[in-house]
């Protein structure tokens, strides 16, 4: 495993047309800790701290942070797009029939509102409309 392989692996794990998991669960913080442990080939009877590994591999920026830049750019390209276009459909339709007893799954709407910090779709949409205030809004997170 490489440096170049840990991106890959996330990237993958939280694409849109494979069943979503949470990004808390593919990329927990000890799992990025775990494979940059594995790279540099650090023990755990090291006793390394999780801030000297990350210095050790010269990280500047987390790999779930990466991500969630990365995601938010792509939502803000697909609202962007005609009404008709189908990732728009698919981001913004709803399911026919019944939900399922539960709690209710998480979506992506569910993610983007939770780090843009806005409450509703419509807000989002009418953000990310203004280009130029989406850019700085992803920049600044």
Known sequence: MTHAHIPIIV??????FTKPLPLSI???PSFEIWCY?????????????????LQAADVTERLLDQLIKRKLHYAGQVILESSGHLLQLALEGRMEGRTGRGR?????????KQWTHRRTYGEIKRKAESREEWRVMIANL
């Open 104 to 112: 209710p799954k998480k979506s992506w709407t569910d993610d983007i």
């Open 26 to 28: 593919c990329l927990h």
């Open 37 to 53: 442990r594995r790279l540099l080939r650090i023990s755990w009877k090291e006793h390394k701290t999780q801030e000297e590994v």
């Open 11 to 16: 990237n993958l794990l939280s694409l849109p």
